[in-house]
């Protein structure tokens, strides 16, 4: 799996940047933070390519393998898991290091199946084996595409919940914020596309005074393409939302997710911290998402992290 982390050693080992400033001048240094974010995205989309891994036994005969048509006429690829013809559903968005058969997915897909929910997976465009280039704007139309799928079969928009994860939250949470769902559930979330990019630039080998100017640079002016906004979107959900975090994450940091909730702090949502620093997607969590849908109307919103705040 490529994560965050690798990517940015990947680029600090060949002294990106700097090469980068040497033939721009650092009067346009900005203009190349948009250019490491596209090669961001293109070296998760590159790697989403080439890392599909076997369908688990469990799941074997379990999906549906489908190609769905965006509005914008891309072609997602996507898997519907629902052997028990179920009518409700969880859409899941996958994080920027993931590919659907990402083998702890698959395991995931098996737990929410097993506990009455049918699984829709897709991959964005760009990623895995679905076409186009991946954007936020795109994003969006893709995961349009896997809702209106599950509508033409019959599901009830009540009955469609989405969980996101790592950037997948930014997918999520803006598509919820828009649509009628049941559900949202962020797994591992950031606040803001911002925070996320100036944490990012923490690590980034790069000139100090840079850093400081991204440091203190307003949200409105930070060179970025795809600004996510997660704290603006929970502002418009009133729908149960469950927010997962793991206290030393290192990829996305607590703070973030500390920050997304504490921006709202509504009665729909549910806060929960995790120990350890496990950024992906595992049973702990999985476990905690199905407690949440078993007893979904009876949550309210509690902050259970030891007053960190």
Same mark, same amino acid.
């Given at each position: 799996?490529?994560?965050?982390?690798?990517? +940015?050693?990947?680029?600090?080992?060949?002294?990106?940047?700097?090469?980068?400033?040497?033939?721009?001048? +650092?009067?346009?240094?900005?203009?190349?933070?948009?250019?490491?974010?596209?090669?961001?995205?293109?070296?998760?989309?590159?790697?989403?390519?080439?890392?599909?891994?076997?369908?688990?036994?469990?799941?074997?005969?379990?999906?549906?393998?489908?190609?769905?048509?965006?509005?914008?006429? +891309?072609?997602?690829?996507?898997?519907?898991?629902?052997?028990?013809?179920?009518?409700?559903?969880?859409?899941?968005?996958?994080?920027?290091?993931?590919?659907?058969?990402?083998?702890?997915?698959?395991?995931?897909?098996?737990?929410?199946?097993?506990?009455?929910?049918?699984?829709?997976?897709?991959?964005?465009?760009?990623?895995?084996?679905?076409?186009?280039?991946?954007?936020?704007?795109?994003?969006?139309?893709?995961?349009?595409?896997?809702?209106?799928?599950?509508?033409?079969?019959?599901?009830?928009?009540?009955?469609?919940?989405?969980?996101?994860?790592?950037?997948?939250?930014?997918?999520?949470?803006?598509?919820?914020?828009?649509?009628?769902?049941?559900?949202?559930?962020?797994?591992?979330?950031?606040?803001?596309?911002?925070?996320?990019?100036?944490?990012?630039?923490?690590?980034?080998?790069?000139?100090?005074?840079?850093?400081?100017?991204?440091?203190?640079?307003?949200?409105?002016?930070?060179?970025?393409?795809?600004?996510?906004?997660?704290?603006?979107?929970?502002?418009?959900?009133?729908?149960?939302?469950?927010?997962?975090?793991?206290?030393?994450?290192?990829?996305?940091?607590?703070?973030?997710?500390?920050?997304?909730?504490?921006?709202?702090?509504?009665?729909?949502?549910?806060?929960?911290?995790?120990?350890?620093?496990?950024?992906?997607?595992?049973?702990?969590?999985?476990?905690?998402?199905?407690?949440?849908?078993?007893?979904?109307?009876?949550?309210?919103?509690?902050?259970?992290?030891?007053?960190?705040?």
């Amino acid at each position: 799996m490529l994560t965050v982390e690798k990517c +940015i050693d990947n680029l600090n080992k060949i002294d990106w940047y700097d090469k980068e400033i040497n033939k721009t001048g +650092i009067m346009q240094s900005f203009k190349t933070i948009k250019k490491f974010e596209t090669l961001f995205y293109n070296a998760h989309s590159r790697h989403s390519k080439s890392s599909s891994t076997p369908v688990i036994e469990e799941l074997k005969d379990k999906i549906k393998f489908l190609k769905l048509q965006t509005e914008d006429n +891309i072609c997602v690829d996507a898997w519907d898991i629902n052997p028990d013809s179920t009518s409700k559903y969880v859409i899941i968005c996958q994080g920027i290091s993931s590919e659907k058969s990402n083998q702890l997915l698959q395991k995931a897909y098996k737990d929410f199946y097993k506990n009455g929910w049918g699984v829709l997976i897709f991959d964005y465009r760009g990623r895995g084996q679905s076409s186009g280039k991946f954007s936020r704007t795109g994003a969006q139309l893709d995961i349009e595409a896997a809702y209106n799928y599950l509508k033409q079969k019959g599901i009830h928009s009540d009955h469609i919940g989405v969980i996101g994860h790592s950037m997948g939250t930014g997918v999520a949470a803006e598509f919820a914020a828009k649509n009628n769902i049941a559900f949202l559930i962020l797994l591992n979330p950031f606040s803001h596309a911002v925070d996320m990019a100036k944490n990012i630039a923490k690590k980034v080998k790069m000139p100090f005074v840079i850093k400081q100017v991204l440091k203190h640079m307003p949200y409105g002016m930070f060179p970025l393409k795809n600004k996510f906004n997660n704290i603006k979107a929970l502002a418009n959900i009133n729908k149960p939302v469950l927010i997962l975090h793991n206290k030393k994450d290192q990829s996305i940091p607590a703070e973030l997710a500390r920050k997304l909730y504490t921006s709202s702090q509504k009665l729909n949502i549910t806060y929960f911290e995790l120990d350890g620093d496990d950024h992906e997607i595992n049973k702990e969590k999985i476990k905690e998402c199905i407690n949440f849908l078993k007893h979904i109307d009876n949550y309210t919103s509690k902050l259970i992290y030891n007053s960190v705040i």
